[in-house]
């Protein structure tokens, strides 16, 4: 049977159960209200595609704290340093699917989430589905770096300081964007190479090289959806083998890979997958990675396990399994309590397909977030036990992009 038949005939089943405990939740209409000027440290960015909007979701009691509008393609919010601003790259028609295109980078009050500025940039900004590297801040938060594919790739470097387009910058034969400094933007290449670009204090190109080939395009290519660790990124391979870049220097530097599975798990067919695979609490040092039991180029799969490494010692420390996004679809639309009897029968009977994405915030108690597009179901574990916490009801209808506030 397939999925949505599944989930349609259990939440019959369950609607009949629950009796009164569906009763529709009231709202609150009407009110307008600022952003509180000190974030909670369990703020994540929920994006939706088909809303067309990222949402701050505060982990704690998955209550929604404000809005995010953007146009077309996923919706990824970029803090300034000082948090007083938020800045987004977003695509318009005018015909809302056809017509005349307009790419900008909207600068946003960080309190009132209110418009203050726009800054046209070339109808090309890319519109991959994960948007992991589809767009950076650099370090000291004064450019922006779009990136381009239309279909030749580039960058469009936005000042965010002066409000203009500062250029755009050809990066044949590479894709996606990653902050690398001050002045600095990394690309990852097709023939294995990162490419390296060097702006002024204008944002024009001051410089630009290849490096060294650091992964095998043919044998076991990278994936592109990164996470950053400090002065390092983190890039795991199809295979599960983990590249890191270290961007600390003059020069980028690659060091030695280390892998995410053992012989017997790679015996049991575990493997890296899902649109965002990777997660690093940075205080602790500990990296999460969205793990499936698939065959070869399954790195798109979602992940029915977490499992958690210590960076520092380059092996795994823990791992947790994840709670079927299609029960909790159901459970919501239900009034079900998560832990109660209904609950444990829609967990054991509707199927675990697992989620597409995780992160996870950067407290000292952090929260990791997951979520999937289809069903649009987000929830929150404890991200050092791994014990599930709760479930954010209705934060959308094609969840596709969470981010640590």
């Not at 024009?204 to 290519?221: I, L, Q, S, V, Y």
Request: charged letters at 20%; a negative charge; glycine letters at 10%.
């Amino acid at each position: 049977m397939q999925v949505r038949s599944v989930l349609a005939v259990a939440f019959g089943l369950i609607l009949a159960a629950a009796g009164d405990s569906t009763a529709q939740a009231q709202e609150t209409l009407g009110q307008s209200v600022a952003v509180p000027a000190q974030p909670g440290p369990h703020w994540m960015w929920v994006a939706d595609a088909v809303l067309r909007r990222a949402v701050i979701v505060d982990g704690d009691d998955a209550r929604f704290i404000g809005s995010v509008p953007g146009g077309n393609g996923i919706i990824a919010p970029h803090r300034s340093l000082d948090g007083r601003e938020i800045y987004t790259a977003e695509t318009y028609y005018a015909h809302g699917t056809r017509g005349k295109r307009t790419d900008l980078v909207s600068v946003r009050d960080g309190r009132t989430l209110a418009v203050t500025a726009e800054v046209e940039i070339p109808g090309k900004r890319s519109e991959h589905t994960s948007w992991v590297g589809g767009s950076a801040l650099s370090d000291d938060g004064r450019f922006l770096a779009v990136y381009n594919m239309n279909p030749a790739t580039s960058l469009s470097i936005v000042d965010l300081a002066e409000r203009r387009f500062a250029g755009e910058i050809e990066i044949p034969g590479c894709a996606a964007v990653f902050a690398a400094g001050a002045r600095r933007f990394f690309s990852l290449c097709g023939d294995g190479t990162a490419l390296a670009v060097t702006i002024d204090d204008r944002g024009a190109e001051a410089a630009k090289g290849k490096t060294e080939r650091f992964f095998d395009p043919n044998a076991d290519p990278v994936i592109e959806k990164g996470v950053r660790h400090g002065d390092r990124w983190l890039f795991a391979s199809f295979e599960g083998l983990i590249h890191a870049v270290d961007v600390s220097g003059e020069t980028l530097r690659f060091e030695p890979t280390w892998p995410l599975t053992s012989e017997g798990d790679r015996k049991a067919s575990w493997k890296i997958g899902g649109m965002q695979p990777l997660a690093v609490h940075t205080p602790s040092g500990r990296l999460y990675a969205l793990m499936h039991q698939g065959g070869a180029d399954s790195h798109k799969q979602s992940g029915t396990e977490v499992w958690i490494y210590d960076l520092a010692k380059r092996e795994r420390s823990g791992r947790f399994a994840l709670r079927s996004p299609a029960a909790a679809i159901v459970r919501q639309q239900a009034k079900l309590t998560p832990g109660g009897a209904l609950d444990w029968i829609l967990e054991r009977t509707l199927p675990n397909e697992g989620v597409e994405r995780i992160a996870v915030t950067q407290d000292a108690s952090p929260q990791l977030f997951t979520a999937t597009q289809f069903p649009p179901a987000t929830a929150i574990y404890d991200a050092t036990s791994g014990a599930y916490l709760r479930d954010v009801p209705e934060v959308g209808l094609a969840t596709n992009l969470v981010l640590p506030y």
